[in-house]
């Protein structure tokens, strides 16, 4: 919830009135013949409202005063959310209404330096995971890769043999992917010798060390079965 028009003076009035609403709406407790409790959690950017028993969802009120309904679906990172309801009319943005048509966001630089998402940036990541579960992909436009800029191909950007630079993505996004690739595999050599090993010879060593370690098992189980000798 964002609070909008609100005179500065009186935002802990309204808190008061909303908090009001929320605990006269929450359902009774069959047991007891009482509405449900709740608790209030507050940090530097909102303020929660918890019911004290799942599902019922909890109220977060944004502590910060906006001008107008504008001014809020204007601050909203993702495209599909770019949307709210004031009590009387559904107001939405154009991007909002094309994202629930195509199921795609858009990605601008908003989603990582956006104003209201300083206290969750670090969290940014499992916000936009949250909502492609849900089915919205993101898009990246080819007119802002564009303005990335690309590694020389006289730089080497694989570990991998026999591999020809040129047929390479060589933009900063790729680059980065082949290099963490090429840090896991070291990681993974240096755990297990196996991977040191030219690729078609890897198969055969991880078949004689299952093979091994089978053995090893049924030699333990052999042992575990015989019966213990006594003085």
């Known amino acids: ?34 509405r449900l409790s709740y608790g209030v959690l507050r940090n530097e950017v909102v303020v929660i409202f918890v019911p004290e028993r799942f599902p019922h969802r909890r109220l977060q ?15 909203i990172g993702l495209d599909q959310i770019a949307l709210g309801y004031n009590g009387e009319d559904v107001l939405m943005l ?19 330096h956006l104003e209201t998402l300083s206290h969750r940036q670090l969290a940014q990541d499992q916000y936009l995971f949250k909502y492609a579960e849900q ?29 020809d630079e040129s047929m390479l993505p060589r933009d900063p996004l790729n680059v980065f992917l082949r290099e963490e690739r090429a840090r896991i595999a070291w990681w993974i050599a240096s755990k297990n ?8 010879d890897r198969l ?24 213990s000798a006594t003085a």
């Open 61 to 75: 009120v944004f502590l910060k005063l906006w001008s107008n309904p504008m001014s809020v679906l204007l601050n």
């Open 94 to 112: 154009p991007r909002a209404a094309r994202a629930l048509v195509t199921g795609y966001t858009t990605w601008t630089m908003d989603l990582t």
């Open 135 to 163: 089915g919205y992909g993101l898009r990246i436009l080819p007119s802002y890769m564009d303005t990335l800029s690309e590694t020389p191909v006289s730089v080497r950007t694989t570990m991998e043999p026999n591999v």
């Open 204 to 227: 055969d060593a991880f078949k004689e060390s299952m093979s091994s370690d089978f053995e090893d098992i049924e030699a333990s189980e052999h042992q575990s079965r015989m019966p």
């Open 1 to 34: 919830m964002y609070l909008y028009g609100v005179d500065p003076a009186a935002p802990t009035d309204k808190l008061y009135e909303i908090e009001k609403v929320f605990a006269a709406n929450l359902p009774v407790d069959p047991q007891t013949g009482s």
């Open 193 to 200: 010798e196996t991977f040191l090993l030219p690729f078609e």
